[in-house]
């Protein structure tokens, strides 16, 4: 993987070093958006180079390369990021416990091209954070 990984970051005008080779592949391999210091706690146990702004570097980077998306989820004040997929995901997100769930599919596709077709928009995004509160959450809270 780690060639592949290389090619990638190459075909961007990224030099291939260790840390970014390694954080690139450390967001290809998570499955919802992480912020900046959970890639760093991750990443310090696994390589000791790293510190919080090599992490802001690298990903500042690769948000301007078009490698991942930062965004800033409804959940608090923090940014997170994620590798740019095929397809596009929305997350279920828990007010308490700030659990984020990807959701399966896209619940607005249909409803963008209707809104296209009505509108004469070329839609070009979308954006849908659905909240709630965990099964978890929801039982420490009925208790109390």
């Avoid at 499955?31 to 890639?39: H, L, V």
């Avoid at 990807?102 to 954006?127: F, Q, W």
């Amino acid at each position: 993987m780690e060639l592949n990984v290389k090619e990638i970051l190459n075909s961007k005008g990224i030099k291939a070093t260790k840390q970014r080779i390694y954080l690139y592949e450390l967001l290809t391999n998570q499955d919802k958006p992480i912020t900046a210091e959970d890639i760093y706690f991750i990443a310090k146990n696994e390589m000791d180079s790293f510190n919080l702004s090599t992490v802001y570097r690298i990903l500042d980077i690769f948000v301007k390369k078009n490698l991942i998306i930062k965004s800033k989820l409804d959940i608090d004040e923090k940014f997170y990021f994620e590798i740019i997929r095929e397809k596009h995901r929305h997350y279920l997100l828990c007010i308490y416990c700030n659990q984020i769930i990807p959701l399966s599919d896209c619940p607005i596709e249909k409803y963008e091209k209707k809104i296209a077709k009505e509108t004469g928009y070329s839609i070009v995004d979308h954006n849908l954070e659905i909240k709630g509160i965990c099964p978890d959450c929801k039982k420490r809270h009925q208790t109390h």
